[in-house]
Nanobody, 123 residues
């Protein structure tokens, strides 16, 4: 199986930037599409971004133009570059691995999950 560990979260002011990393161990990351999700208190986990095995990217409307997902298979790592952060981006961010090919935005279809890293954006 795959173990995923997120890092890079923290406290930033609105308009600032953070770069989240998701380091994988176990099976090679190249076998999976990878996604980033986030969950704020009292809300359901929501889709943020997805990158396929060949590098095609997809984004939630709320983060288009501000966030960039990328992968480095040689380092077994996925990144989420977050720019122009807003207070509504405050959440715990999770990376996840998907063995399927369905281009899904549903958390239920992702097989492996990290523990999450907390992002807080102040106003």
């Amino acid at each position: 199986q795959v173990q995923l560990v997120e890092s890079g979260g923290g406290l930033v002011q609105a308009g600032g930037s953070l770069r989240l990393s998701c380091q994988a161990s176990g099976r090679t990351l190249s076998n999976y599409a990878m996604g980033w999700f986030r969950q704020a208190p009292g809300k359901e986990r929501e889709f943020v971004a997805r990158v396929t095995r060949v590098g095609t990217t997809y984004y939630a409307d709320s983060v288009k133009g501000r966030f960039t997902i990328s992968r480095d298979n040689a380092k077994n790592t996925v990144y989420l570059q977050m720019n122009s952060l807003k207070p509504e981006d405050t959440a715990v961010y999770y990376c996840a691995a998907d063995a399927g090919y369905s281009n899904t935005r549903s958390p239920s279809t992702y097989e492996y999950w990290g523990q999450g890293t907390r992002v807080t954006v102040s106003s």
